[in-house]
């Protein structure tokens, strides 16, 4: 049966050892990274030998390609993507052309990451900045206002699904705040509630529809003094499954990121118990990988019906004129290279 995890890989080939671990564990998916992609012409290869070692059709291939200083695939394996902030800049002069500006470099990145195998996009960022905060989220923001965060996230979301790639929404219910990153520790927000909701919260519910999301590594003091959202069950149940409304496919943050705290298997018990339907474990270490297989249980219920939903969605593919695509990428970027 599908366990419930998502697992990396240590490098750009797969080794006996996790071609065993991926046959045997059976995880939900697999995560992509930089150093899976030190030479793109064996990408799609190593796509390819994972799938065939887990040997089921109803498999998820992730990668975080956002663009800008987040994009795993970069030239000329795939476009140079610019930043959300870029889409941005482009809505404060003219919104409607950011609108179709960010659906349509979307669907071109959707159809780069799907020559490669890969059926999941972990964007758009859907959270909101604010004054003196991190700048781990940055120029990953589409903006400082909700309205204009949904305005382009949504078209982002909308032109991965044209090129059949699942989006998934982070890092639900909203990183914005953090004055931290939670790669290296654990934020606290200590916003009150009221004001998380009319600012925070307002992108997640607004795209509460779309079909897969991330949660944060952040404790909203006001939501949950004790634990982060992501294994807060008070937070899963009360604000990203109740408030917020979301009843896609949830999945943790990287569980081996410094913002958690424990052993690998206790921190993928714990984002499980929490509510999340499954855990995500990022940076390829072996024995990490094995802890986090022993601590999830079987897809069963809810959580196999929305991984279900959201692997239907990858044989969804909606014609478009790439080189119209490529010709607005180049606009926006100073020039790009088409790549064939």
């Not at 305005?151 to 044209?162: C, K, P, Q, S």
């Amino acid at each position: 049966m599908t366990a419930a995890f998502i697992a990396g890989l240590s490098g750009p080939t797969l080794t006996d050892g996790e071609r065993d671990f991926f046959r045997a564990s059976q995880p939900a998916g697999l995560i992509l990274f930089r150093r899976n992609v030190p030479d793109h012409t064996r990408l799609a290869n190593l796509v390819a030998a994972v799938r065939d070692a887990v040997g089921r059709d109803d498999f998820l291939v992730l990668i975080d390609q956002e663009g800008g200083r987040v994009q795993r695939i970069k030239s000329p394996g795939a476009h140079d993507l610019p930043p959300a902030s870029a889409f941005a800049s482009m809505y404060a002069e003219d919104p409607v052309r950011a609108r179709q500006a960010a659906f349509i470099v979307a669907r071109l990145a959707a159809d780069e990451l799907s020559a490669y195998g890969i059926t999941m996009n972990c964007a758009p960022v859907l959270d909101v900045p604010v004054d003196g905060a991190h700048d781990i989220i940055g120029d990953r923001a589409y903006g400082r206002h909700p309205a204009q965060i949904i305005d382009l996230a949504r078209e982002v979301a909308a032109g991965l699904l044209a090129g059949g790639v699942v989006p998934v929404i982070k890092h639900i219910p909203g990183h914005g705040r953090a004055m931290s990153d939670s790669h290296f520790e654990l934020p606290l927000v200590s916003t009150v509630h009221d004001e998380l909701s009319r600012s925070d919260f307002e992108p997640f519910k607004a795209l509460a529809h779309l079909p897969a999301a991330m949660t944060a590594h952040v404790v909203f003091s006001d939501l949950d003094a004790d634990n982060p959202a992501s294994t807060s069950a008070r937070v899963t149940r009360d604000i990203i499954r109740g408030e917020i409304g979301f009843d896609g496919l949830l999945m943790s943050d990287d569980l081996s990121m410094k913002a958690l705290s424990g052993a690998m298997r206790a921190r993928a018990e714990a984002v499980i118990a929490a509510g999340s339907d499954v855990a995500l474990h990022c940076n390829g270490d072996f024995i990490e990988m094995q802890q986090v297989a022993a601590g999830v249980p079987p897809l069963s219920g809810e959580a196999a019906r929305r991984f279900a939903a959201a692997c239907a969605l990858t044989s969804e593919v909606q014609p478009y004129d790439r080189d119209a695509a490529i010709t607005v990428l180049a606009g926006m970027i100073g020039g790009a290279t088409a790549i064939a």
